[in-house]
């Protein structure tokens, strides 16, 4: 597994022939494949996908994930997966900046739900089939059929164990208003669609109302939930309003003094999949796609304290209610969220 460097790709012209597969394979063959549903899919995908040699990743997902994920399908295939890695806004900077540059590097692309739909309202991401689609959650998967829930994200409030006692953790959001928490809080700084949610969801407690004495509170914002998680893992932040889950679990499994909560109501954002319009390596990058919404890429994700969408794969890691983010709805409606949002936490 190589990350990715600059200028180390083959550059694909949207009416040229793919430089990096097979000379004799033209594009009507390519773009018919991705719909391809035939009993010889994996066998004619994986012998075209070794002749294209490699694919190309970018992603938010963790390095703790995504590096283990991208070496397990290595290690099947034998294919070579060229990753980077970033936040998911600078995930979606890239892709769009670069395909409008004509320059087509990436074949995947992996990060938050409403960033993925940008990406295929850019027209960035193809449709295409999977033989896996029957295992995911009806209501996450956006009717074009560009990109697919590969695992979900909960919002959980996380704790130092050396901090706070579990028995202090309110059971909904409204206890946090409480004057003895300020000074012992955080958020996470894009977390607007968290708070979207929550009001839509209508269930006592989370309303304007509690968010301006949140806000009132002066809780602690920084940017990244990787960071939030860490953060709380060292105590320098006691607790951590909208931390991921997925981040927290696997620092509890390395023995960090912390905890979560799913305080009710616990808000969950679908991650997503897609294999790039204008892939270099199309073949690969259905293969691996494929690969990460089958059963067995869900249970590495499980394993590695992602909680799979495939809802073949039985987890003790959402065995609690929730409410979905929309990502359409999220997009639709995101400067009307943003501006609250930045004008409770942000600038204050």
């Not at 899919?41 to 283990?68: C, D, F, N, W």
């Not at 920084?222 to 889950?245: I, K, M, Q």
Request: hydrophobic letters at 45%; a negative charge; aromatic letters at 8%.
């Amino acid at each position: 597994m190589k990350k990715l460097g600059a200028g180390v790709l083959c550059v694909l012209l949207v009416s040229a022939v793919v430089a990096c597969g097979d000379p004799g394979q033209d594009q009507a063959e390519d773009s018919a494949d991705f719909m391809y549903s035939g009993a010889d899919r994996e066998a004619r995908l994986i012998e075209r996908a070794k002749r294209e040699g490699r694919v190309v990743l970018y992603t938010s997902l963790a390095p703790t994930e995504s590096q283990p994920l991208a070496a397990a399908f290595e290690k099947k295939y034998g294919i070579n997966v060229e990753l980077w890695r970033a936040l998911s806004d600078q995930v979606v900077r890239r892709a769009v900046t670069e395909a409008q540059a004509r320059r087509y590097d990436v074949d995947v692309i992996e990060t938050n739900g409403p960033e993925m739909e940008m990406l295929a309202r850019e027209q960035l991401l193809a449709e295409f089939y999977s033989p896996h689609l029957a295992d995911l959650p009806a209501e996450a998967i956006p009717a074009h059929r560009t990109w697919f829930p590969d695992r979900l994200s909960f919002y959980v409030v996380a704790y130092n164990t050396n901090a706070v006692q579990r028995s202090e953790i309110p059971a909904i959001y409204a206890g946090f208003a409480d004057p003895r928490w300020k000074g012992r809080i955080a958020v996470e700084a894009t977390d607007a669609e968290w708070m979207a949610t929550l009001i839509k969801s209508g269930q006592p407690g989370t309303d304007m109302e509690f968010f301006r004495a949140l806000s009132a509170l002066g809780p602690d914002v920084r940017r990244g939930h990787v960071l939030l998680a860490n953060l709380v893992a060292s105590g320098e932040v006691p607790v951590g309003l909208t931390a991921y889950h997925s981040n927290v679990v696997p620092l509890m499994r390395e023995g960090a003094p912390m905890d979560y909560v799913p305080v009710q109501p616990v808000v969950a954002r679908p991650q997503g999949i897609g294999v790039a319009t204008n892939a270099p390596h199309p073949h690969a990058a259905l293969l691996f796609a494929d690969f990460v919404l089958s059963q067995e890429g869900q249970e590495l994700f499980e394993s590695l304290g992602r909680v799979p969408a495939s809802t073949r794969v039985e987890s003790d890691l959402n065995n609690f209610p929730f409410v979905m983010i929309d990502p359409a709805t999220v997009l639709d409606e995101k400067e009307h969220w943003d501006t609250i949002w930045n004008d409770l936490f942000l600038r204050r």
